[in-house]
């Protein structure tokens, strides 16, 4: 399943489309000269499409609006504790530098838990992430983490690590394994808004009573019409289709 789904990854990366087309045009260059060219063109016309942003913003706009924002303020006093799900921590080999912690564009997924812990001192943090890499080498994503909350100043009492899982399922499978862990007490599930949807079936599935906890939003409110940027615009494509992708296999495999 692990590998499948970095397969699945590559295939929900637009640019991996236009690499495709432009593949498919140098190979018929020389006997199908019409259709290279159609090929050459269909590439640059979907590379120029990638970068209007609006497109990818509904897209994630409609995963991101299926569970609304809340504050830490709110009152989470009779909840266990949060489940901060990995992905917000930059790869291993990164981690060079003494006492220092390497977050990447998630990084809300992280820092958002330490004003929470603070308003709400009962809570302990569950961190849930192994390695989700496919060749994985250096410190588990869960060693990083708790660098990251003990150099904040959370108390090593309050924190429950899961090194173990690679996906998503995984994350709802294995922390419920934990000892001391009750999955049928309320708990909050913190991940980035987008990744929400799959991640509160996952978890819901495998017989948790969580309340989303949504963070690191991307889409906002409304996106200008003018909003244009083939990086960021392949990148929130590429987030967007694996999620929507993602929560459909879930459900067709009968894990969400």
């Given amino acids: ?19 495709a087309l432009l593949l498919g045009g140098l190979l018929l260059i020389s006997a199908r000269p019409r259709w290279a ?7 640059l016309g979907l590379l120029l499409l990638l970068g209007w942003e609006p497109l990818p913003d509904a897209a994630l706009r409609y995963l991101e609006t299926q569970y ?23 790869p291993a080999y990164v981690w060079t530098a003494p006492q220092q912690s390497a977050l990447n564009d998630a990084a809300e997924r992280m820092t958002e838990v330490i004003p929470l812990v603070r308003q709400h001192p009962q809570l302990k943090v569950l961190f849930t992430g192994g390695e989700g890499e496919l060749f994985a080498n250096g ?32 994350n709802a ?4 394994a934990l000892p001391g862990i009750d999955p049928t007490q309320p708990w909050l599930l913190l991940t980035s808004a987008f ?16 309340t989303a906890y949504p963070v690191d939003f991307r889409s906002g409110l409304k996106t200008p019409w003018t909003q244009y940027s083939m990086d960021q615009g392949a990148q929130k494509w590429k987030i967007a289709l694996h999620e929507l992708l993602g929560l459909l296999a879930y459900r067709l495999a009968g894990r969400a």
Avoid: N
């Fill in 1 to 19: 399943m692990f590998l499948a789904s970095k397969f699945f990854l590559f295939l929900t990366q637009p640019l991996a489309w236009v690499a």
């Fill in 37 to 43: 060219a159609r090929l050459c063109a269909s590439a």
């Fill in 68 to 90: 609304p924002a809340v504050t830490p303020t709110q009152d989470w006093s009779h909840y266990a504790g949060v489940i901060v799900l990995g992905g917000a921590l930059a």
């Fill in 139 to 170: 410190i588990s994503e869960a060693e990083r983490a708790r660098r990251f909350f003990e150099g904040q100043g959370l108390p090593p009492s309050k924190l429950l690590l899961e090194s173990a899982s690679r996906t998503t399922y995984e």
């Fill in 173 to 176: 499978i294995l922390s419920r």
């Fill in 195 to 210: 990744h929400m949807p799959r991640s509160m079936a996952a978890f819901r599935k495998a017989g948790w009573k969580v």
